[in-house]
């Protein structure tokens, strides 16, 4: 089971993750979140640090140009694309990192249909909650990860939206074959941005 930690805000905590064998972490670079890297990562420390975890960019609706440069100030190897993205910058994107295409699912959606167009442009898709401010860490609401069951999506891709420790054996229960991983976010903090990683490891103990 792949984990993503998402909303890292500190150098330190970077270290940690890659300590603790954490697959992925996120930097939000939307200046609307509250957990937005702004200058609170230094660049040429994130670029150079020597970490196994792979660094997530996730971006709302971002210019390509915004995208490219923080690929090569942060050293990012996977950019996520957290809004209305289409295909076309996806595919812009994909020789350059791995992208994570992010959909906002609120539990009516024809999942095959939705992510059709970016099977040949995408290496990842992220299935998170309806509302924005939720999907980068707010009120952390779930959404019935039932409807993936039966959509083919033919995608490595992670489930996200409010996943706390209470639910790893719901994880370990959920079946799909290309179900990847899990993103977490604001039920691992102590403020926003700031996790509190005794609760990472005992989540990620519980999913062994």
Request: charged letters at 30%.
């Amino acid at each position: 089971m792949n984990i993503k930690v998402c909303g890292i805000t500190e150098m330190k905590q970077l270290q940690q993750l890659d300590g603790l064998d954490i697959d992925f972490a996120g930097l939000i670079f939307y200046p609307e979140s509250a957990r937005y890297v702004g200058d609170k990562l230094p660049k040429k420390d994130v670029k150079k640090a020597d970490f196994d975890l792979k660094k997530v960019g996730v971006f709302v609706n971002p210019e390509l140009i915004d995208v490219l440069d923080a690929i090569d100030d942060y050293g990012l190897q996977v950019v996520q694309l957290h809004g209305d993205e289409g295909p076309e910058m996806c595919d812009d994107l994909s020789g350059e990192v791995e992208v994570i295409k992010a959909f906002r699912i609120s539990g009516n959606e024809d999942i095959d249909k939705l992510v059709t167009p970016y099977d040949a442009v995408c290496d990842y898709y992220l299935f998170d909650t309806g509302g924005l401010q939720e999907s980068l860490g707010g009120t952390g609401k779930q959404f019935d990860w039932n409807i993936l069951k039966n959509a083919k999506i033919e995608k490595p891709f992670f489930l996200s939206g409010g996943i706390s420790v209470s639910d790893a054996a719901k994880i370990k229960a959920f079946r799909h074959p290309d179900f990847f991983g899990v993103d977490i976010n604001s039920r691992f903090e102590t403020e926003p941005g700031v996790k509190d990683m005794s609760k990472v490891l005992q989540f990620k103990m519980a999913l062994k």
